[in-house]
């Protein structure tokens, strides 16, 4: 009786232990989801305007995915967190962008380094 008495406590022990669990997905909510057009971009002490040329945006979407816009380029990526402040993008063209970010005065700051050396500048 002592054993089916504990076998059924375990039993309804896991039950509740794997209910808190957040089985629905990834949900992001980081700052950064929207859209993202640039502005200038920074490499040290300067910083520099935009032209037509270097022009483009992302697009973040809370389900992990987004998409970037360039001139006639248009790639759709899956993008994750991979650390506190850095974020993977996987395009569907196969190229990989890792970025360090942050938002400033309601400005997204995506660089290749963490020191945000050079760095782009959207709004």
């Not at 270097?54 to 979407?61: D, I, M, N, Q």
């Not at 995915?65 to 402040?85: A, K, M, N, S, V």
Request: overall charge negative; hydrophobic content about 35%.
């Amino acid at each position: 009786m002592k054993k089916i008495f504990s076998l059924l406590t375990l039993a309804v022990m896991s039950v509740m232990l794997t209910s808190c669990f957040d089985n629905d997905g990834p949900h992001y909510d980081p700052a950064f989801i929207g859209p993202w057009e640039t502005v200038s971009y920074v490499k040290g002490n300067f910083e520099y305007p935009i032209t037509p040329a270097s022009w483009h945006r992302y697009v973040f979407y809370r389900d992990g995915t987004g998409y970037y816009e360039q001139d006639d380029l248009r790639t759709q990526f899956f993008w994750d967190e991979i650390g506190p402040d850095r974020i993977e993008m996987r395009h569907s063209d196969g190229v990989v962008e890792r970025r360090y970010w942050d938002v400033v005065r309601g400005e997204l700051l995506l660089s290749q380094t963490y020191d945000f050396y050079d760095y782009y500048v959207y709004r």
